[in-house]
């Protein structure tokens, strides 16, 4: 009885051990991986408003938001990552654990209301399934650079220009 329980107490702890865990490296990575099922939320704290972006998924309402499911492809993602390499902001990479929003490499929290802007991006990843990060924007400068850029892909000149003077 003894051998089976140390048997079962090692096999526990040798599977705890080799789970995969969250960390910036991967996540990032993955995520520059991620044009094939990349969905950006842009976010207004203090607002109701946002723009989203949807690859497959039909518009149910388009007169009531037409902001939330603009369309985008592969080429369309690949450019919105590679404007958020340009301005920095996958430096840090946040997820939402018990409804705060932590930095994947330290004990960072950003708070929504704090900043200018803040992004969604729900992607596909080969170990941990689908996952969510948060990127704050706390410059108004740069949150007005990186809409300006996402304007020049996203086919939606209404929403970009109405959040441009939302911000």
């Known amino acids: 009885m003894r051998i089976l329980i140390c048997l079962l107490l090692t096999l526990t702890i040798n599977l705890s051990f080799s789970q995969k865990k969250l960390n910036y490296v991967d996540i990032r990575t993955e995520l520059e991986n991620s044009s094939r099922s990349l969905h950006l939320l842009v976010f207004l704290p203090n607002s109701d408003f946002y723009i989203g972006t949807t690859m497959e998924s039909p518009v149910e309402n388009p007169e009531l938001n037409p902001c939330i499911d603009i369309k985008s492809n592969n080429y369309k993602n690949a450019t919105i990552i590679g404007i958020l390499t340009k301005h920095g902001l996958l430096d ?5 654990i018990n ?44 949150a007005k650079k990186f809409v300006n850029d996402l304007s020049e892909i996203l086919d939606s000149e209404y929403c970009f220009e109405k959040l441009k003077r939302k911000i």
């Open 92 to 96: 840090r990479l946040f997820i939402e």
């Open 99 to 142: 409804n705060k929003f932590v930095d994947l490499d330290s004990e960072q929290v950003f708070k929504p209301k704090e900043t200018e802007l803040y992004l969604e991006l729900f992607f596909k990843t080969r170990d941990f399934g689908f996952i969510n990060c948060f990127i704050p924007i706390l410059d108004k400068t740069k």
